[in-house]
Each structure stands twice: as structure tokens, then as C-alpha cells.
Nanobody, 126 residues
């Protein structure tokens, strides 16, 4: 059974850091295209970063570029999102998702993903 499980969400003060993990379960070993999305209260879900299956290309939403870093550990079939200099507007439920199909690149569009985790809550507040 294919499954994505997020972890690492927490309450953190502005300016702090968190590292989110996305554990892939049931997937064959290898580099899978994975994206991170977030959904704040009363907002639509938005894509914030992805890492492609080919050449590990990375893409970021403008508002997080320079503060967030996506990476992977192929040996453990995990993808991470390091979040630094967090702001209150980063608050939301964070989801990881698997890129649909055999596409080697990734983007930040919801329709490009076919499997989602259950989400992990990130709250940035003093």
C-alpha cells in the first residue's frame, strides 16, 4: 500500500526553525517527485516546494525561497522540508504529495499530484 506520512510540525516562535519529514511507504526505492503544500485557515491549499525525480531539481514558492530548503534521503525513502526564519504567515497544515505519472519534473499545481499525506500542523506564534 502506497502511503505518505508527514511529521515534524510544531508550535514555534517567529524566526525559529522546523524540519518536516515525509516518509514514503510502499514505494520502490528511487527518486520520486515529491511536493510540499500548505493550507492556512480559510485559505486554499498552495504549493510551496517540490523536488523532481530527475536531477533533484528544486522549486520554491517566492514567499519561501531563501528560507525553506527541500531535500531527500533516497536510502530511507524520505523527503524533508527545512524551514528557517519562520513567520506567522507560514502557519498552516503542511502536506507532502507524490507527483502524478512518470513525469521527471515537478511543479506546484495540486492537479499534478496523485497521492497525499494526512498533514502536519505548523503554528508560528509568539
Amino acid at each position: 500500500q502506497l502511503q505518505l506520512v508527514e511529521s515534524g510540525g510544531d508550535l514555534v516562535q517567529p524566526g525559529g526553525s522546523l524540519r518536516l519529514s515525509c516518509q514514503l511507504s510502499g514505494f520502490p526505492p528511487g527518486r520520486h517527485g515529491i511536493g510540499w503544500f500548505r493550507q492556512a485557515p480559510r485559505n486554499d491549499r498552495e504549493g510551496i516546494s517540490c523536488i523532481s525525480s530527475a536531477e533533484d531539481r528544486r522549486y520554491y514558492l517566492d514567499s519561501v525561497r531563501g528560507r525553506f530548503t527541500i531535500s531527500r534521503d533516497p536510502a530511507n525513502n524520505a523527503v524533508y522540508l527545512q524551514m528557517d526564519r519562520l513567520k506567522p504567515e507560514d502557519t498552516g497544515v503542511y502536506y507532502c504529495a507524490h507527483v502524478r505519472g512518470p513525469f521527471s519534473l515537478c511543479d506546484l499545481l495540486i492537479q499534478s499530484y496523485d497521492l497525499w499525506g494526512q498533514g502536519t500542523q505548523v503554528t508560528v506564534s509568539s
